[in-house]
């Protein structure tokens, strides 16, 4: 464990895998740089709402209990497709661009009113 940290998305982009719980800005964050999420025991509500998504859209897994983490990701270090289609539901799930496309959204918006 590291602690606070100010190169959290150097983590992320190094990373084959982030082993997470799903809070909504680290799974966003994770999801944006395309890496795949092993996502930890979520709490009731958003982080179960988020775990859902994550692992319907094929860009992670979860695991409901801590202990059962370490035998989850030596199966996926050991099956590199597996990884590879991970990868791929979380490049497509993520979306690194979403502020740009909301302040576009909203400068059209304002420019639709004058």
């Known amino acids: 464990m590291l602690g ?3 190169y959290l998305d150097d983590l992320i982009a190094a990373s084959d895998l982030v082993i997470t719980k799903s ?3 680290i799974t966003s964050e994770v999801l944006a ?3 795949p999420l092993l996502i930890i025991d979520p709490i009731r509500g958003q982080e179960e709402f988020n775990a859902d998504y994550v692992t319907g859209m ?3 897994v979860q695991a409901r209990t801590p202990e059962s983490v370490p035998y989850m990701v030596e199966a996926m270090m050991h099956d590199p497709a597996r990884l590879t289609s991970l990868r791929v539901g979380a ?3 993520g979306r690194p661009l979403a502020a740009m496309d909301i ?3 909203v400068l059209r918006d304002i420019d639709a009113i004058d």
């Open 103 to 105: 302040a576009h959204r």
């Open 33 to 35: 740089r395309g890496t």
């Open 23 to 25: 809070g909504g800005l």
């Open 4 to 6: 606070f940290i100010d």
């Open 91 to 93: 490049q497509q799930t």
């Open 58 to 60: 094929g860009a992670g």
